[in-house]
């Protein structure tokens, strides 16, 4: 029961259920079972008659029941058995099996995979049309009729509450306001409400709105930073807008990653939803809900000027994966680009794009460099240069770890970070970050240049050579 669940959290993991997986073939048999009892249909095709599916979703209904069910014959048939996990033994195997072979900055097993995503991703959006289409069509019509103006839909910000979930009055909202389509997200989160099924399929079918224009809208990108920047869970409406395709229209750089898979065993789910994952945890940590697995983040976070610069690189530390480079440095060049049409200060900017190249060297000093070498922590002072960073960088890096998967944050890291972050305020505070938490902890500050309980050595002689060493070098 407990794996079924896990495969049921997300469509996006490294490691999919073909049959019982979000978006599988469990969930397409399911609507068309429904669409057999209440249509009379025998083929997906029949229900364009019915004017539930249009001819492309029925098309799209196929193409995506063939493809799941080749993946998962190839399953049975590889593994001598009743398997239905996409394992990654399996998924090179099959890949090659249906001709994926390896392009420019992706191998064949990749490409496969991000087809599997793209489907199952699909699946979803019919699931969201067959029941906007099933609530229209057999909604219970109440006994007494009472005049619209009295007893209407309610409005909310230019929107329709209709049975507890935001809607448009028709598709020619989008097509007259194309922002609207930002809005529809925002204002919904903003309330607390759901989006009707039927409004979100008409996103979906007018996804071309979203231009150049929109994305150079200076209002658009306004309610976009708006959404991103959401004091209370803006994973949320950031994912529902990245399963209608909306996320990865308005930021070209961000749809180039849908549903891209990272393929190792570290990393859990693909880099779009990995992205969206962290940016949750963010809101987590500034909401005080890992005080206990992160406390120096959770305490360092308030004292972060920009909430913005945060935000956004944590959206944008991984844009630059499959590009063929070092997607830190590439991605910071996309940061550079972006953050202005987003409406970031040119400091701001320069503080993500430096946040976005530098958002793995925390971690890999922490984790692979000797913390109780004073050279280390100067280093790595060198690197962050201010307070101001290190916070973010602190906070980044925890989310960035958090998000990999279930599991993968522990004691053991958080305390590296933790002695690592401490060691490198103390350095560019002059020690008196050191001094006050002293003070805090009821003790008076420690004299020298640094302590060495809190760069961690085990004894007075081993600090003062190696900071000896240190001071020597600098002549």
Known sequence: MTAIFAWAISRYVVEPNVKDGKGGLRDLHTLFWIGKYLYRVNTPMELVDQRVLTKKEAQGFLKAQNFLWSVRCWLHYLSDRPEDRLTFDMQSEIAAHLGYTDHAGASGVERFMKHYYLMVKHVGNLTRIFCAALEERHQRRPLIRFPARFFGNKEIDGFQLRNDRLA??????????????????????QNGVGIHPESLRWVTQNLQLIDQNLQKDPAANAVFLQILTHKVTPDIPLRKMNEAGVLGRFVPDFGRVVAQMQYDMY??????????????????????????????????????????????????????????????????????????RLGLSPADTETVAWLVKAHLWMSATAFKRDLNDPTTIRAFGDLVQSQERLRLLLCLTVADIRAVGPNVWNGWKASLLRELY??????????????????????????????????????????????????????
């Open 168 to 189: 448009v009055e028709s598709r020619d909202v989008f097509r007259q306001d194309p922002i609207q389509m930002l809005r529809l997200f925002l204002v919904a989160h």
């Open 267 to 340: 990393h859990t789910y693909t880099v779009d939803e990995h992205t969206i994952r962290a940016i949750g945890i963010v809101n987590q940590i500034e909401c005080g809900d890992l005080a206990e697995e992160a406390p120096v983040a959770t305490s360092v976070i308030h004292k972060v000027i920009s909430r913005q610069v945060l935000y956004v690189a944590t959206l944008l530390h991984d844009i630059a994966k499959g590009r063929g480079g070092d997607h830190s440095e590439l991605g910071a060049e996309v940061a550079e680009k972006l953050c202005p």
């Open 422 to 475: 401490y060691a490198t305020d103390d350095l560019l505070s002059g020690g008196l970050n050191a001094d006050s938490r002293d003070l805090a902890r009821g003790s008076g500050p420690k004299q020298g240049p640094r302590s060495p309980d809190r760069l961690g050595h085990t004894g007075y002689r081993r600090f003062h050579r190696a900071w000896i060493s240190v001071l020597l070098a600098e002549l």
